[in-house]
């Protein structure tokens, strides 16, 4: 294995589920991960910084989930970057409908924080990068 | 008998004792007549004897009538006899006219005879010259015939008989006594004068003169009798005129009598009775008919057409009778339909009756107005114009097509077969709305009419699509925070270095119901999805008998928490097609049912089967069972039998339709059966043929 999941970009617009989220993925996980609020912030983030995956919420007001995956998409030094969603919309059609835009996965909420580093890794070493 | 011939013909009616009710009825009584006459101040008619004429009313019109001319004839004969008696005594005083006639010539004769010969005897003695015996000479060879003449006709009558006999001998002793000798004499020069003086001394006077008063008195009795028959011929005469005048009155006086009788008590009851037959031809069968009571053939044709009338009366009152029904029957018909009429018009739904063509027969106001057209406008239009079937208007290609090959000929049998109410979408005028259709099939006259009521469910679909939308919300806004908790809790369990055991107590509460609130907002999620359609479904090879062992493998747990038994006896693989997720939900439902409802030391048992190209998983426990009343409602939302369920055994009251919702979709179905200590149930699932090729492929959606 060249690389383990390190580094871990979550964008979520609620600041309750980015403080669990921050804990399970730092404080379980032992990642390295930072957060934004919004697709916005996401992109400024990703400025000066390039993670091994990034988890979207899929509803955000203003840019969304999918919206923001696009916006990422349109930098090529982000190309190899895997992204899922973390989404409460976890018909098959939707989970459809994000893997056609790009998405490795689906992580559907509400989630386990206990068990969702195993998740995030599990994920990204399906679609991880070589 | 004249007299008793003229005696009215109907007078029988009024006065006979042979009268009948119908007379009675049909005309007054004589004191009725009398009475009104009275009152109208008209002379009073007063029935004449009659006796005879009601006689005659018993005898038949042929013999009536052959009575009449009878009488006629006999009548005729007697003066025709009367009449030749008196021609036949007009005939003899003739005849003994003529014979008297007869009589007095040849007396005359005689008496010429006579004369001749006295003349010329005289003028020869006289002169002398035998010229003038010439005459004398004829007459006495003459005279013997014109006695016998006389004799002859004579012969019948003894007192002129007795006188010709005298004349014979007066004339035989003028000849012998005087003529004779005296001719001797004149004829014997001697004697001439001698006869001569004879002559002159008037020879022979005294015969001469008997002859002639002998001639003279058979002359005048033949006078008197000649008299006496014309007199009796002059009286045959003037009786025969008289007679024969008084014979014609009579009979032209019985001609009338019996006129007048035949037409009183024929011919005016013939025309009375065939001018009833016409009105009653005419269909008027008020008219009176008379003469019924007459006991001869006009009575019986009275009595016939009386029956006719009444008859035609009673066919009258029956049409009468049946027209009113008719009215009456009509103006029900009319009233009901009217009643029928303003109750679907006053419906809301649309109610359309259509034949076994789709042509639309009738319809509603409600209906007329969803189609958006005046309901005459709607009769005879196809019905399919304006419905279509949401699988003809539907997403499945395949099935539309074949649908839509169908729409000619199988329309309706494909659309209306089945009377429980679907969905169509109306594709009216002005606008297209979802309706609920019901179908109705009834036959009219062997054939079958199709009742459709279309029901407008625009409103309702609305607040059921709101109602999704609403649970959906509020399923997700609900999910964010239960994230935020549940994620708290689970993370800050993860630390119980940093917790209190009481702490770590509460915590545990507070995940258990943490769980169970996401488990029933992900239920209200399932619910809405299988309600608006949108529960899509995988479709992947499995083995429903992997997927069941696994459930018990993590039920496990729960079972020992509960203290109860719980085993899989497995039959081996059991081949389906599915989403493996949502089978997952069905068994953990069924099973974890079966252990919250065990008793502590029950008894779980999950067996699979494979029977018919099916497979069978069935889930028994010997808890207390379903109650018969929860029975039909256990696959219903919201149900459960004890609303302290809920409480106690950590139930929604939805796990079980959406199992059911689930099953269904996969095309199978669920079953059960329950007896206290004995409850069992099954699901039933096609199977997958392990070994085809058109096993469906991994990853498609089950439609």
């Known amino acids: 294995m060249a690389e383990s999941l390190n580094r871990i970009l979550y964008v979520d617009d609620e600041p309750d589920i980015r403080a669990i989220v ?26 000066g910084w390039t993670p091994q995956l990034i988890l979207l919420d899929a509803m955000m007001p ?69 | 008998m004249i007299l008793d011939l003229n005696a009215p013909a109907d007078s029988a009616a009024h006065g006979g004792t042979e009268r009948t009710s119908t007379q009675e009825s049909a005309r007054p009584s004589p004191d009725a007549t009398i009475a009104d006459a009275h009152a109208a101040g008209a ?153 001569r003086d004879q002559a002159r001394a008037l020879g022979g006077k005294r015969s001469m003169d008997a002859v002639r008063g002998t001639l003279d008195a058979i002359a005048t009795a033949e006078r008197e009798m000649l008299d006496e028959h014309l007199v009796k011929q002059q009286n045959a005469q003037s009786e025969g005129v008289r007679g024969i005048l008084v014979g014609g009155l009579m009979i032209v006086a019985t001609a009338l009598g019996i006129w007048v009788l035949l037409s009183r008590s024929l011919v005016l009851p013939i025309l009375a009775l065939t001018a009833a037959l016409r009105a009653i031809a ?20 009275a009595r016939a057409l009386q029956s006719l009338k009444e008859q035609q009366q009673a066919r009258e009152r029956q049409r009468a009778d049946r027209q009113a029904l008719e009215r009456r029957m009509l103006a029900t018909v009319q009233e009901s339909r009217e009643r029928l009429d303003s109750i679907l018009n006053s419906l809301a739904d649309g109610v359309l009756t259509i034949n076994e063509a789709g042509v639309i027969l009738s319809a509603n106001r409600a209906g007329a107005s969803m189609l958006g057209r005046d309901v005459r406008q709607l009769l005879g239009l196809p019905v399919d114009e304006f419905l279509t079937l949401p699988s003809l208007a539907g997403a499945n290609a395949a099935a539309s097509a074949v649908l839509e090959e169908a729409a000619g000929t199988l329309w309706l049998p494909l659309a209306l077969e089945g009377n429980s109410p679907r969905e169509v979408e109306v594709r009216g005028e002005e606008r297209r709305f979802p309706a609920e259709l019901t179908v109705t099939t009834t036959q009219l006259d062997d054939r079958p009419l199709y009742t459709l009521v279309l029901r ?26 239960l994230t935020s908790i549940h994620g708290s809790i689970r993370l800050a369990l993860g630390m119980p270095d940093a917790l209190s055991i009481q702490a770590q107590n509460l915590l545990r509460i507070s995940d258990r119901n943490s769980e169970r609130l996401i488990a029933i907002v992900n239920d209200l999620l399932d619910i809405e999805r299988i309600e608006s359609g949108t529960l899509d479904l995988k479709a992947d090879k499995l083995d429903l008998g992997e997927l069941a062992a696994e459930t018990v493998a993590t039920l496990r747990p729960m079972a020992e928490e509960h203290s109860v038994t719980l085993r899989y006896i497995s039959a081996g693989s059991l081949p389906v097609v599915g989403d493996p997720r949502r089978l997952r939900q069905v068994l953990a ?115």
């Open chain 2, 282 to 301: 005419r269909g008027d069968a008020s008219v009176t008919v008379t003469g019924a009571g007459r006991s001869d053939e006009l009575g019986t044709m």
């Open chain 2, 589 to 703: 439902n069924l099973v974890s049912n079966a252990i919250k409802y065990s008793n502590a030391g029950g008894a779980v048992t999950v067996q699979g089967d494979r029977e018919d190209g099916r497979v069978r998983l069935s889930v028994h426990d010997n808890g207390p069972g379903v109650p018969d009343w929860f029975k039909p409602r256990l696959f219903q939302k919201f149900a459960q039998a004890d609303s302290s369920d809920s409480r106690q055994k950590g139930g929604n009251g939805l796990g079980l339709s959406i199992v059911k919702a689930i099953v269904e979709r996969h095309g199978g179905h669920m079953t059960l059966t329950s007896h206290p200590g004995d409850t069992e149930f099954v699901l039933t699932l096609p199977s997958r043929r392990i070994d085809a090729r058109s096993d469906a492929p991994a990853g498609a959606d089950i439609p």
């Open chain 2, 43 to 195: 002379d009073i008619p007063i029935p004449p004897d009659d006796t005879p004429a009601r006689a005659l009313q018993g005898l038949s019109i042929p013999r009536r009538l052959f009575l009449a001319f009878t009488l006629l004839f006999v009548l005729a004969a007697a003066v025709c006899l009367w009449g030749m008696r008196r021609i036949d005594v007009i005939v003899s005083t003739t005849r003994d006219s003529q014979q008297a006639l007869a009589v007095i010539q040849a007396v005359e004769a005689v008496r010429t005879a006579m004369l001749d010969q006295e003349t010329g005897l005289r003028g020869y003695i006289v002169a002398g010259d035998p010229t003038f015996l010439e005459p004398t000479r004829q007459a006495m060879q003459s005279q013997e015939s014109r006695l016998a003449r006389l004799e002859a006709l004579t012969q019948g009558d003894t007192d002129q008989r007795r006188r010709v006999d005298t004349l014979r001998a007066e004339v035989r002793d003028w000849q012998d006594g005087y003529a004779n000798p005296t001719l001797t004499m004149a004829t014997d020069p001697t004697t001439r004068a001698l006869a």
């Open chain 1, 62 to 130: 203003g840019m969304d989930g999918p919206a923001t995956l696009a916006a990422i998409r349109q930098r090529p030094s982000l190309a190899g970057v895997p992204i899922a969603f973390m989404t409460a919309k976890v018909q098959p059609s939707e989970v459809q409908r994000f893997k056609e835009i790009g998405a490795v996965g689906v992580i559907a909420k509400p989630f386990d924080p206990m068990s969702l580093p195993n998740t995030v890794r599990e994920l990204w070493g399906g679609a991880g990068p070589t």
């Open chain 2, 456 to 481: 407008d469910i625009t409103h309702r679909k609305e607040v059921e699509r709101m109602k999704d939308a609403f649970i959906s919300t509020v399923s997700h806004e609900l999910r964010t925070p």
């Open chain 1, 22 to 47: 921050e804990l399970s993925l730092r404080h379980v996980g032992g990642f390295d991960v930072q957060m934004a609020e919004s697709g916005a912030r996401a992109l400024e983030i990703l400025d």
